[in-house]
C-alpha cells in the first residue's frame, strides 16, 4: 500500500488507465492531457459522492470552457451507474468500475490506491499530479490557480 501510495503523489505523472465507456469504447485518462482533470472516484450508493455532485456541478460550469474536465470513475455495476447519471444529470465524462468484473484490463482502484469514497485527485496539463481529496472552495481555489 506504501507503494502505490506513493506513485500517486503530488508531483508525480498520474497513472494512464483504459477503462470501457458506456457505449463499451475504449476510454484513456491520457486522452484528456492538455487539460485540467479532476478525477472523482464515487459511487451511485455513496451519499457523501452524491451530495458533492451540485458542488461540481457549479465547477464544472464555471471552468469547463478554460480547460477543465471532470473524469468520474464510478465504482459500480453499469445499470446504477448509467441510472446515476441520468438521475443527477451529470454533464461530464465517466466510467464505470465494477470491482468484481473481469472485463476491466485494470485494477484503478488498486492503481490509485483508493480506500474511501469520494476521492478526488487533481491533475495538472501535462499529466502532474497536483492535489488529492479537494473539495468545494478549496477545490475551486486550486483549479483557479492552475489554470
Not at 501510495?5 to 477503462?19: H, M, N, V
Request: proline share 7%; net charge negative.
Amino acid at each position: 500500500m506504501l507503494e502505490r501510495l506513493s506513485k500517486i503523489q503530488p508531483g508525480k505523472p498520474a497513472p494512464d488507465f483504459t477503462l470501457p465507456d458506456n457505449n463499451g469504447k475504449d476510454f484513456k485518462l491520457s486522452s484528456l492531457r492538455g487539460k485540467v482533470v479532476l478525477m472523482d472516484f464515487w459511487g451511485s450508493w455513496c451519499g457523501p459522492c452524491i451530495a458533492s455532485i451540485p458542488s461540481l456541478k457549479e465547477i464544472y460550469n464555471e471552468y469547463k470552457s478554460k480547460g477543465f474536465e471532470i473524469l468520474g470513475i464510478a465504482n459500480d455495476e453499469k445499470e446504477p451507474w448509467l441510472n446515476a447519471l441520468k438521475k443527477y444529470d451529470i454533464p461530464w465524462e465517466s466510467v464505470p468500475y465494477e470491482a468484481s468484473s473481469e472485463s476491466n484490463p485494470e485494477d484503478v482502484i488498486a492503481l490509485y490506491a483508493i480506500y474511501h469514497y469520494p476521492t478526488t485527485i487533481l491533475i495538472d496539463r501535462n499529466g502532474i499530479i497536483v492535489a488529492k481529496d479537494l473539495h468545494d472552495e478549496e477545490l475551486e481555489e486550486k483549479i483557479k490557480e492552475i489554470l
